[in-house]
């Protein structure tokens, strides 16, 4: 039987003219009315949702407060210094406020002087932030979309419960009596609708027209020519932004032109290469029908599997485009990134895992070992930016079987070094090794930041080759046991006591392998050098050494 709460009150006797006697309303109208009554719940809460989004990310060196707003401005507040404001570009005329909390109010009382030298060590963090703003801005969205939809989402539940808690309340009959009130005064209903709407209207347009900046905010010269042209600036911060910015976006230009002169140069010296490889393999293939006559069949080539190495990019953003280019240029399937992609393992270095995800093409595989400069924590972000993050396990990528952990140890500017959690590096490297001994269909590659976590699994022939980073200074690749390492230098072109952002101090290297999947071995590899002068030079493709005899029943020292 039927609910008869479900199938609403019985349709009372018509007096002839098919009309509802007074008391009962039809079924039809009944379902209108809760339709309508949906549908603003809906509008309504995804309204609420959009317009009271917020997240916490990053701006540059510091940790921000985003939240969106309805005025049509981005307005960026640092607190005791003032404001910059921009026209917003997002649509319906809705804007970001963005508050920055870690400008500390001591700073109203430093003269402007004072003021620089102050905020002057965050200098070269904004040139990196600015380098690269889309992954930035593409984290934000992410968080201001994920945030809108789950209010969205509670303010809809919350109005969900109140409509059935209302109508237990009220019971059968006594909802009966009102919803037939209601659709009898219809036409309040259809004003109060109206009314709703034009609210709504109002609120998400209520930036259409941005009120002039009150005198004394005149756009600020120092952008010109940046994103951040015709920006708006309030307080002390025009009188900072004369002097302070000023050095910044003469740093972003010059970083933006560095880079984009370097990535010209890669270009153009893969064009030679592939030129002088077309011209060989016409020579030899001339030389083959010479030998073996004009009705010859020429040897099919292998089908090798290329991969690039990078290695401690310490969040040196500008090299990003030119890992675009290799990989691209290559024909590269996975990007192996041996470690140490940030400098701090920070949430505000969240964009520098982003930029570098996206660096890598789509339909491209991103395989990471993360090193003592990285975290948790950014390490989940490098995997929400779809890196497929190595924790102790074998994972297969295009048929290569790959190994790797986080490192042991976490290394933090100012603070030193120390453990990362209860595994030394000797624990590490003991049961990285058990696990490759133990690995029914064996493991092709070890991926480790940290050379020395792999010298056991090496040593007893448990992987036959290692690629590592860690030292900033290319090793190998050499047998070391009985394996082959591969010691990548820093992609970032790092060197002691210089920054890793802005223009290279030392030479960035990246690292082209190819590996053969039929006899499940590396091939040649081949180095690719960006100089600090800009300059390219690609090394002579180069055979990887031989693997030595592996001993039967390999056993790791110390290990059951």
Do not use: K
């Amino acid at each position: 039987m039927a609910d008869p709460d479900e199938q609403g009150p019985e349709p009372a006797p018509s007096s002839g003219t098919g009309v509802p006697a007074p008391g009962r309303l039809s079924r039809h109208r009944r379902r209108w009315l809760l339709a309508a009554l949906g549908v603003a719940a809906v509008l309504g809460s995804l309204v609420f949702g959009v317009t009271t989004a917020r997240v916490t990310s990053s701006l540059g060196p510091h940790e921000a407060v985003y939240a969106v707003t309805t005025d049509g401005t981005v307005t960026v507040d640092v607190g005791p210094l003032g404001t910059l404001q921009i026209d917003s570009p997002l649509p319906l005329h809705l804007g970001v406020r963005v508050t920055v909390g870690e400008i500390p109010a001591s700073f109203t009382e430093l003269d402007q002087a004072s003021t620089l030298q102050a905020l002057s060590g965050d200098a070269a963090s904004y040139v990196q932030f600015f380098s690269a703003p889309q992954a930035a801005v593409h984290d934000v969205a992410r968080g201001l979309v994920v945030d809108a939809v789950s209010r969205a989402l509670g303010a809809l539940t919350v109005l969900g419960g109140v409509w059935w808690l209302g109508r237990a309340l009220l019971g059968p009959r006594r909802r009966a009596e009102l919803t037939e009130r209601v659709w009898r005064e219809r036409r309040r209903v259809a004003v109060a609708g109206g009314v709703v709407v034009a609210v709504v209207l109002v609120v998400t347009s209520s930036g259409v027209r941005t009120p002039a900046p009150p005198e004394g905010e005149a756009a600020s010269a120092v952008f010109a020519g940046t994103p951040l042209e015709g920006a708006r600036v309030t307080g002390r911060l025009g009188g900072v932004l004369d002097t302070y910015g000023g050095y910044v976006v003469d740093a972003y230009r010059e970083n933006q032109a560095f880079y984009a002169r370097a990535d010209t140069a890669l270009q153009t010296a893969l064009d030679a290469q592939e030129l002088g490889r077309a011209g060989s393999r016409d020579v030899a293939t001339r030389l083959e029908r010479l030998v073996a006559g004009p009705t010859a069949t020429p040897a099919p080539e292998r089908e090798l599997l290329t991969l690039v190495v990078v290695s401690d990019l310490h969040c040196n953003v500008g090299m990003a485009p030119l890992v675009t280019t290799l990989v691209e240029r290559t024909g590269a399937e996975v990007v192996l990134d041996a470690g140490d992609t940030t400098m701090n393992g920070t949430s505000v270095e969240q964009y520098c895992v982003t930029t570098f995800a996206r660096a890598v093409p789509r339909g491209v595989d991103l395989v990471t070992s993360p090193g003592n400069h990285d975290s948790d924590e950014t390490s989940r972000s490098y995997a929400r930016a779809g890196a497929t993050v190595l924790s102790g396990s074998v994972v297969t990528v295009r048929g290569l079987r790959v190994l790797g952990d986080h490192d042991p140890n976490q290394t933090r500017v100012g603070g030193g070094t120390s453990s990362a959690g209860v595994e030394s590096l000797e624990d590490e490297a003991a049961r990285l090794a058990r696990t490759a001994c133990d690995a029914g269909d064996g493991v092709d590659l070890l991926l480790i930041h940290n050379p020395a976590v792999g010298e056991p699994a090496l040593d007893e022939g448990c992987v036959p080759a290692q690629v590592s980073g860690h030292l900033h200074r290319r090793y190998g690749p050499e047998v070391v046991g009985q394996g082959v390492r591969y010691v990548s230098s820093s992609s970032a072109g790092a060197t002691l006591g210089e920054p890793t952002i802005g223009v290279l101090h030392g030479t960035a290297e990246m690292t082209v392998l190819r590996w053969d999947p039929a006899d499940r071995s590396f091939v040649d590899y081949q180095v690719v050098q960006v100089h600090p002068d800009g300059g390219v030079e690609l090394q002579p493709r180069t055979a990887w050494p031989p693997r030595p005899p592996v001993a039967l029943d390999p056993q790791v020292p110390g290990l059951p």
